[in-house]
Each structure stands twice: as structure tokens, then as C-alpha cells.
């Protein structure tokens, strides 16, 4: 008998760096996610094997049980993908110790349906099938592993948009978003070629000291008015109200203003600056701009999100 868990991809529209003080932000929960799948192994322990899209083998291992006894106690998240994925695992293990027996004489399959350098998160819906397998809240397993707002994992379940807020005092606030543009056909998504580390961009942002309170109240009134926007042109307002304020606080130019200075349409950063996807606003034929800079990655945005 096998189980499957399945959890989305995840992309930020607005929100991104203050919604870790709580700013209201608007995520897009994307259609490729990451399927995990459980089944007997006559092995002890653990088989883990994970694939990518085209269902090619990009990382092995097998954990004996003895592993969840003793596996030490990193400072922190550990760098390599064996010791990263036991310090998860383990940490689950903390939260619901009867996940134990689960592990034993087990093979788990995963597959993600999107290239990892991609940064839908490959991560977060890990964590997410995780949190449904082992039976633990999915929220305080990303807080003792990878860290972060949640909103990844808010995603990883949802069917649709919706808004998150953090609250310190009642965890996260998670309500749908109505946003479901009827010009989704002039947005589409952009890879920019490299991978951006978001804990590296978070950091930065935090070397910079904490936002005021006017600051996060601006980026929650921009992230509800998005889906209020009934014409492209007031949703490009909206979007590059943010793109200047977020470029404001992190003291970094706008990716339009760095890279694509020239192209006619609006162009939204998502999640962590500098790298993974962007938004723009322009036809089909827009989109060429972008393929002669050498940007072969380009999605549309019914064919993307939720």
C-alpha cells in the first residue's frame, strides 16, 4: 500500500521581506508542486529517493534507525541535502514522537514537478508533506528547520491566492484572495536564470533594522488593493507603488530599473530580490523582449498559478 501527499508551489506577489513583520501579503499558490509517496521496504530504516521532473534520481540515501536515536545536535541547519533532510526529519520526529514507527522499514518516492533552481519551493512543500505525513502542524516544523514566515507553506495548501499575515500572538492569518484578473492573459512570469537564496536576502534585510509601522501598514493596504485592481492599468499602478517602496526600504534599485530598463510593460519582483521569477505585464509578443536577453523561461500566468 502506498501513501501520496501532494503540496503547491508557491510564488509572492506582494508582501515580500515585511511580511516577516507582519505586513499583509498576497501569494500565488502555483499549479507544478512536489508529490511524496510512502511505501514498505524490506530495508531497515529508511530509503529516501528523490526526482526530478523527468523522473531522474538527483539525490539517494538510506537512514538505518539507529540514525533517529543518535543524530546529533548541528548548530543550525546543516549545509549538505543527507544531514539537512535527517535534521528535518528529526525535528519531526521532536514534535510527534510516534512518527517514529513510520520510519522504520519504509521507502519514500518524491517528485517535484518543477527544476529546483526554479525557487517555487522545493523546500517549503517538502516541509508541508512532511508535516501531513508525520501528523505534526506543518508551521512548527518550518520554524525549527528552515525558518521563515510560513507563507510558503500557507500555499503549499491552498487552492487559490490568498493573503497571509503573521501574527506574533495567534501564528499566521490566512484568509482567500480574490485574485483572478480577467487580464491574466497580458501577466506572465519571468525566470531570471539563477537561483536566489532567500536566507541571504533576508538577512540583508535585517541588517537594515526593523521597518516602521507606517511601512508595513503601506505594503498590507498595496497587497488588498491587487485584487480590487479591475484594469490592467490600475493593477500596474498598484504593482509599482510596491516595486518603489520595497526598492525604498532594502536600498536596491527596482529589477526594471537594474535590468530591463527599456521594456514598455510593469515588472513586479517576487519573494527574495535579485533572483528566480518576476512578473511582467505585456502580450505574447512582449514576451520576445525577454527571450532575445536570453530569458527562455517564461510562463503565462492562467498556465501557472491556481
Known amino acids: 500500500m502506498t501513501e501520496s501527499?501532494?503540496?503547491h508551489g508557491k510564488l509572492l506577489l506582494s508582501g515580500e521581506y515585511l511580511v516577516l513583520d507582519g505586513a499583509t501579503a498576497l501569494a500565488l499558490p502555483t499549479r507544478p508542486g512536489q508529490w511524496l509517496s510512502v511505501s514498505s521496504s524490506a530495508d531497515s530504516g529508511l530509503r529516501w529517493i528523490s526526482k526530478n521532473p523527468d523522473g531522474s534520481v538527483w539525490f539517494e540515501t538510506h537512514f538505518e534507525k539507529e540514525a533517529f536515536h543518535n543524530p546529533g545536535n548541528p548548530e543550525g541547519l546543516p549545509s549538505d541535502i543527507r544531514g539537512r533532510l535527517l535534521f528535518i526529519l528529526t525535528a519531526a520526529l521532536k514534535l510527534n514522537p510516534g512518527f517514529r514507527e513510520k520510519l522504520q522499514g519504509a521507502r519514500v518516492e518524491?517528485?517535484?514537478?518543477?527544476?529546483?533552481?526554479?525557487?517555487?519551493?522545493?523546500?517549503?512543500?517538502?516541509?508541508?508533506n512532511l508535516?501531513?505525513?508525520?501528523?505534526?502542524?506543518?508551521?512548527?516544523l518550518l520554524a525549527s528547520t528552515m525558518g521563515g514566515?510560513?507563507?510558503?507553506?500557507?500555499?503549499a495548501r491552498s487552492e487559490g491566492?490568498?493573503?497571509?499575515?503573521?501574527?506574533?500572538q495567534k501564528g499566521p492569518e490566512i484568509t482567500p484572495a480574490p485574485f483572478?484578473?480577467?487580464?491574466?492573459?497580458?501577466?506572465?512570469?519571468?525566470?531570471?536564470?539563477?537561483?536566489?537564496?532567500?536566507?541571504?536576502?533576508?538577512a540583508r534585510f535585517r541588517d537594515r533594522g526593523a521597518p516602521p509601522e507606517h511601512l508595513l501598514r503601506d505594503v498590507s493596504s498595496l497587497s488588498r488593493a491587487i485584487p480590487e485592481a479591475g484594469s490592467l492599468d490600475a493593477f500596474r499602478?498598484?504593482?509599482?507603488?510596491?516595486?518603489?517602496?520595497?526598492?525604498?526600504?532594502?536600498?536596491m534599485e527596482t529589477v526594471k530599473r537594474k535590468w530591463f530598463r527599456e521594456y514598455p510593460g510593469s515588472i513586479k519582483s517576487l519573494g527574495a530580490w535579485g533572483g528566480d521569477f518576476i512578473l511582467a505585464t505585456g502580450t505574447p509578443q512582449d514576451q520576445e523582449y525577454f527571450r532575445e536577453k536570453g530569458y527562455a523561461v517564461i510562463r503565462p500566468y492562467s498556465e501557472f498559478i491556481l
Open 110 to 128: 518524491t517528485l517535484l514537478e518543477f527544476p529546483r533552481e526554479w525557487g517555487l519551493g522545493s523546500s517549503s512543500t517538502l516541509i508541508s
Open 131 to 140: 508535516g501531513l505525513w508525520a501528523e505534526v502542524n506543518p508551521y512548527a
Open 237 to 251: 499602478e498598484i504593482i509599482e507603488a510596491h516595486e518603489t517602496l520595497i526598492a525604498e526600504i532594502l536600498g
Open 149 to 155: 514566515s510560513g507563507y510558503d507553506i500557507a500555499s
Open 5 to 7: 501527499y501532494y503540496s
Open 180 to 202: 483572478y484578473p480577467t487580464y491574466a492573459d497580458q501577466l506572465f512570469f519571468v525566470y531570471l536564470n539563477q537561483k536566489q537564496d532567500s536566507r541571504e536576502g533576508i
Open 161 to 168: 491566492p490568498l493573503f497571509y499575515t503573521l501574527n506574533p
